[in-house]
Antibody, heavy 120, light 106 residues
Framework: EVQLLESGGDMVQPGGSLRLSCAAS????????MSWVRQAPGKGLEWVSA????????WYVNSVKGRFIISRDNSKSTLYLQMNSLRVEDTALYYC?????????????WGQGTMVTVSS | DIQMTQSPSSLSASVGDRVTITCQAS??????LNWYQQKPGKAPKLLIY???NLETGVPSRFSGSGSATYFTFTISSLQPEDIATYYC????????FGQGTKVEVK
């Protein structure tokens, strides 16, 4: 079955760190760019970060630059998001999404999301 | 950053009604516009890409049109299972989404 499965979400204090994972299955992971998209409680969708199929390029929304790092391990078909210096405003459900036509981003497969709560 | 403005933010319509949502871009994005459906508690689902192309498996009652800065998304005959929030997304630059339109059935 073609799917994405996120994990790693948790409650953390402001200033803390967290690492999210997204395990892909059912398709050739190494041929797709991947993104993280988040959704704060009761709010809309916000693209966070993207990585090329070979990991050779990464992009970030301004609000997370310098704090988040996206990476991937194609041998494990897994996408990661290292989140440092977390802020209350980073609280959200984090989805990983497959981009079938990078750089003209078309997100055609989404995971179920993993919840990150930043609170003291 | 390219800003996407959707309207209305919510709407209520009867089963069988024609429903139209608009999305305006802050600059010309040609046809680099996608539409997603997000049902409550679920992940988003791609419905329309390149402004007017229907994703495989998506019912034909869904359609999209427009170019440059003005786009529309239409449900030709609203069904109960169409209760969801709909988002536009531009992909000519770093991707950005509209704020969403919540569709309810009367």
């Amino acid at each position: 079955e073609v799917q994405l499965l996120e994990s790693g979400g948790d409650m953390v204090q402001p200033g803390g760190s967290l690492r999210l994972s997204c395990a892909a299955s059912g398709f050739t992971f190494s041929t797709y760019a991947m993104s993280w998209v988040r959704q704060a409680p009761g709010k809309g969708l916000e693209w966070v970060s993207a990585v090329r199929d070979n990991g050779g390029g990464t992009w970030y929304v301004n609000s997370v630059k310098g704090r988040f790092i996206i990476s991937r391990d194609n041998s494990k078909s897994t996408l990661y998001l290292q989140m440092n210096s977390l802020r209350v405003e980073d609280t959200a459900l984090y989805y990983c999404a497959r981009d079938r036509r990078f750089p003209d981003d078309v997100f055609d497969l989404w995971g179920q999301g993993t919840m990150v709560t930043v609170s003291s | 950053d390219i800003q996407m403005t959707q309207s209305p933010s919510s709407l209520s319509a009867s089963v069988g009604d024609r429903v139209t949502i608009t999305c305006q871009a802050s600059q010309d994005i040609t046809n680099h516009l996608n539409w997603y459906q997000q049902k409550p508690g679920k992940a988003p689902k791609l419905l329309i890409y390149d402004a007017s192309n229907l994703e495989t498996g998506v019912p034909s009652r869904f359609s999209g049109s427009g170019s440059a800065t003005y786009f529309t998304f239409t449900i030709s005959s609203l069904q109960p299972e169409d209760i969801a929030t709909y988002y536009c997304q531009q992909n000519i630059g770093l991707p950005t989404f509209g704020q969403g339109t919540k569709v309810e059935v009367k």
